[in-house]
């Protein structure tokens, strides 16, 4: 059951504490990783000191799904190993977001072929997509300023039914 | 220094000699399978289809020096005829898979090569010239790799395999 509906009763307009939430939320996004591929390097530079990700509470990368909110998809995604990326993400504990780092998560980018998942949208939901590649660290924190703000709106709620995986 | 004894030196071998001819070239130094690969002339119309190709290389491993080169092509047909190398380079184990992987070509001593690089359950040879294009055999995901019009949508269907 999502924290607002434990600590106020049914019925209760909870939109104080969703902005509460919402707003601590988005300052400690604990992101994890998912780095196959040349896009990685740019999320070193991105998180290192130089542009600092920490500025934005999302500098502390977890390597496990379960501790994580925030699965960052950065590189080319394979078909083999499509199920691993879906089974990790099913592994993160709601509210969860998905950030698309790069052309190749966005949309394959020009691994137009046989082994490109074409788009990771068609495996897992993603809340934010990030062009580029690879992206300037600059357009990293763009995006992140922008999934903060998507954050900060639905308070974190889980808004999706997910169905079950055959 | 002496100058290589052969360098770059192209050779080609019927591909039921290729065993005896790789062998031979072992005995006389040549200790590194630099690559193994292969090329599909199917638009050129080529019998046999296929050309496998073995770069040799002669290694002075105590002073690090080139000391020649050769390149060895042997024309095979997607019938296996070639005769692994794996226990002469023990590299060639995995360069065979990648040839049987992408091009479909066998080795006669090796009923049940396994795919290198595409998992168990793909169908075909993606580097063969006549796999299509645009063909798709994802594991997970949408038929053919359509995409889902909203970001949110959330579909999964089972395993899917080329047809
Ligand atoms: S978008 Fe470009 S830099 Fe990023 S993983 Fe793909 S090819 Fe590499």
Redesign the pocket.
């Known amino acids: 059951m999502p924290l607002e509906e434990t600590i106020a009763p049914a019925g209760t307009m909870t939109t104080q504490i969703d902005a509460a939430l919402g707003w601590a939320r988005k300052y400690s996004i604990f992101q994890y990783p998912f780095v196959?591929?040349?896009?990685g390097m740019?999320f070193m530079s991105t998180a290192a000191s130089h542009y600092d990700l920490d500025r934005f509470g999302a500098g502390f990368p977890r390597f496990s799904p379960r501790q994580a909110d925030c699965l960052m998809v950065?590189?080319?995604i394979s078909h083999k190993i499509a199920p691993v990326l879906r089974r990790i993400y099913d592994q993160m504990a709601e509210p969860k977001w998905v950030i698309a780092?790069?052309?190749?998560?966005c949309t394959g980018?020009?691994?137009n072929n046989y082994s490109t998942v074409q788009g990771i949208d068609t495996i897992v939901p993603v809340d934010l997509y990030i062009p580029?590649?690879?992206p300037r660290p600059e357009t990293v924190i763009q995006g992140l300023v922008m999934l903060q703000e998507k954050i900060q709106k639905t308070g974190g709620r889980p808004r999706r039914v997910v169905e079950a995986a055959p | 220094m002496s100058a290589p004894a052969t360098q770059g030196e192209r050779r080609e071998i019927p591909a039921a000699d290729a065993r005896a001819g790789l062998e031979a070239l072992k005995a006389e130094g040549f200790n590194v399978l630099v690559d193994l690969t292969c090329v599909d002339y199917l638009a050129q119309k080529r019998a046999p289809r296929f050309d496998v190709v073995y770069r040799l290389m002669k290694l002075d491993a105590a002073e690090g020096r080139d000391l020649g080169r050769v390149e060895i092509h042997c024309a095979a047909d997607a019938q296996p005829v070639l005769r692994s190398v794996r226990d002469l380079w023990p590299v060639a184990d995995w360069l065979e898979r990648e040839v049987w992987d992408m091009f479909g070509v066998g080795f006669i001593d090796r009923p049940d090569i396994k795919r290198l690089l595409m998992y168990e359950t793909f169908v075909g040879h993606p580097l063969r010239k006549d796999y299509p294009i645009a063909k798709r055999q994802p594991l997970i995901g949408p038929k053919s790799g359509e995409k889902a019009d909203s970001p949110s949508f959330n579909i999964l269907k089972p395993t899917v395999v080329g047809e």
């Open positions: 196959t591929a040349c896009c740019e950065v590189g080319t780092f790069g052309v190749c998560t980018g020009f691994y580029g590649c690879p």
